[in-house]
């Protein structure tokens, strides 16, 4: 799988240890402006996950990972 690019932001926290170190993973580039409204309307929440093809983000600080659930 190809990763095509990452994204910080300052806005999202990590459910293990609430560090902002943050990293989004794309893998598809079809879905990076989608999720970043989503993250600047404060509509995301990031969910620790062991499922290795849902991985979609990385905390720098503990370095768990997990997927990105959108809030309805």
Same mark, same amino acid.
């Given at each position: 799988? &190809? %990763?095509?690019?990452?994204?910080?932001? &300052? *806005?999202?926290?990590?459910?293990?240890?609430?560090?902002?170190?943050?990293?989004?993973?794309?893998?598809?580039? *079809? &879905?990076?402006?989608?999720?970043?409204?989503?993250?600047?309307?404060? &509509?995301?929440?990031?969910?620790?996950? *062991?499922?290795?093809?849902? /991985?979609?983000? %990385?905390?720098?600080?503990?370095? *768990? %990972?997990?997927?990105? /659930?959108?809030?309805?």
């Amino acid at each position: 799988m &190809k %990763l095509h690019t990452s994204y910080c932001s &300052k *806005d999202l926290v990590c459910p293990t240890c609430k560090s902002e170190k943050i990293v989004l993973i794309f893998f598809r580039h *079809d &879905k990076i402006s989608e999720t970043i409204n989503v993250i600047e309307q404060g &509509k995301i929440k990031l969910v620790s996950s *062991d499922k290795a093809n849902k /991985v979609e983000w %990385l905390c720098k600080n503990c370095y *768990d %990972l997990g997927e990105i /659930v959108i809030k309805a």
